[in-house]
C-alpha cells in the first residue's frame, strides 16, 4: 500500500505534490487546462498542454430594423397638390356613375309606364311621337312609334330595317326629283314633264308609302295581325312593281331610270351622270323591296296569322267602327220602314 493511506507520522514532513504521479504530468505541457486532467488515467504519459486563451471573436453586427412607422409617427401620402387632384377625380368618376344611374332609372320610369300604357290598351293615352315635328309647329305628331317598347324582340331588326328603307326610298324620290329639274334645265322640251311628275311622286309616295305598307308591317309586328300582313304584302308587293318601272326609267314618266339616263348622256355628260346616280339608286332600292319582302314573307309563316284570321279582324274591326255600326243602323231602320210602308 501506499504511504498515503495512512495517516503519516507528525514528523514526517511529506509534500503531496512530489509525488510521481503528479511530477511526471508537470513536466510537460500537452494539456491545457486541469479540467482535462485524470490523474488516475495511466494511458497517457504525456502531461496536458498548456492553456492557451482564446480571442474572443467580435460580435456580429447589429441589424438594423426594418423602419416600419407607428401610429403615432406621421406619413408621408405626397403633396397637397397630389391629393387634391386623386380626390377631385375620384369625385368627377361618383358624379358620373350617379348620372349615369339617374339616366338609366329615369329611362326604366319611361319604359314602364310605356308598357303599362300598352297592356292597357287601345284606350291607353299614349303622346303621339311620329313624325317628330317641332313644338312651334301647327301640326302635331300623328303616329306612335316606338320599336323598341311595342315589337317583340325576334322582330324588332326586321321592322327597323323596314323603317330605314321607307327612309331610303324617301330620299331616293328627292333625288330623281332633284336629277329631273337637272334634265329640265338642259333639255326644257322634254324634261319639263319629267320634272313635273317627279315632284308629285315625291309628294304622292313618300306619304303614302309609309300609312300604307310600312304602318301595316309595324301593326302585323306588333299585335300579330293578320289582316296587317296581307295589306302589306298586297300594297308592298304593288310598290316593288313601281320600283321596278323606276328603275327601267320610261322617258316622259318622271323617272331617272336606266333609259333616260343613257339618253342624257348624249346631251349634257354632267346631267347623265347625275341620272345614272339615281338609276343606281332604284335598282339598289328594287333589290332591298325583293329581299324585305321575301324576308317578311318568312316571318309570317312563322306566326299564327293566317286568311280565315284576317277574315275574322277585318270583320270585327269593321263592326267596331262607330261610323260603320251608325250606317248600318241607319240602314236596317230605313229597310225595316219601307217594308212596313209596303205592307200597308
Not at 64 to 78: A, D, F, I, L, V
Not at 186 to 209: E, H, K, M, Q, R
Not at 215 to 236: G, H, I, L, M
Amino acid at each position: 500500500m501506499s504511504k498515503y493511506t495512512s495517516f503519516p507520522e507528525p514528523n514526517e514532513d511529506q509534500n503531496p505534490f512530489q509525488d510521481p504521479s503528479v511530477t511526471q504530468h508537470s513536466s510537460t505541457t500537452g494539456y491545457a487546462t486541469l479540467d482535462l486532467y485524470n490523474p488516475f488515467d495511466n494511458k497517457t504519459a504525456q502531461a496536458p498542454p498548456p492553456y492557451e486563451s482564446t480571442v474572443p471573436t467580435a460580435p456580429p453586427p447589429a441589424q438594423t430594423p426594418p423602419n416600419r412607422t407607428t401610429p403615432t409617427e406621421p406619413r408621408n401620402y405626397g403633396s397637397y397638390t397630389t391629393q387634391q387632384s386623386a380626390v377631385s377625380a375620384t369625385t368627377a368618376e361618383l358624379l358620373k356613375k350617379q348620372e349615369d344611374l339617374e339616366r338609366r332609372a329615369r329611362e326604366l320610369e319611361k319604359r314602364e309606364r310605356e308598357l303599362d300604357a300598352h297592356a292597357l290598351g287601345s284606350g291607353a293615352n299614349r303622346q303621339n311621337n311620329w313624325p317628330p315635328l317641332p313644338s312651334f309647329c301647327p301640326v302635331g305628331p300623328c303616329f306612335y312609334q316606338d320599336i323598341s317598347v311595342e315589337i317583340g324582340q325576334n322582330f324588332q331588326r326586321t321592322v327597323t330595317i323596314m323603317y330605314y328603307y321607307w327612309m331610303f326610298t324617301a330620299c331616293t324620290l328627292l333625288f330623281n326629283m332633284i336629277s329631273s329639274l337637272a334634265n329640265f334645265c338642259v333639255d326644257a322640251g322634254n324634261g319639263g314633264v319629267g320634272f313635273g311628275l317627279a315632284i308629285l311622286w315625291f309628294i304622292l309616295f313618300t306619304p303614302c308609302s309609309f300609312v300604307c305598307w310600312y304602318r301595316p308591317v309595324y301593326k302585323a309586328f306588333r299585335s300579330d295581325s293578320s289582316f296587317n300582313f296581307f295589306a302589306f304584302f298586297f300594297v308592298f308587293f304593288a310598290q316593288v312593281v313601281f320600283y321596278v318601272i323606276m328603275t327601267i326609267g320610261i322617258p316622259g314618266w318622271g323617272f331617272s331610270g336606266w333609259i333616260v339616263s343613257l339618253a342624257t348622256l348624249k346631251t349634257s355628260i354632267p346631267v347623265g351622270v347625275i341620272m345614272l346616280l339615281n338609276s343606281v339608286l332604284f335598282t339598289g332600292q328594287a333589290a332591298m323591296g325583293v329581299v324585305m319582302l321575301k324576308k317578311v314573307h318568312s316571318l309570317y309563316r312563322q306566326t299564327d296569322a293566317s286568311f280565315q284570321k284576317a277574315q275574322a279582324e277585318f270583320a270585327t274591326g269593321v263592326m267596331s267602327n262607330p261610323a260603320v255600326r251608325q250606317a248600318a243602323a241607319t240602314a236596317t231602320t230605313s229597310a225595316a220602314q219601307n217594308a212596313f210602308s209596303g205592307q200597308r
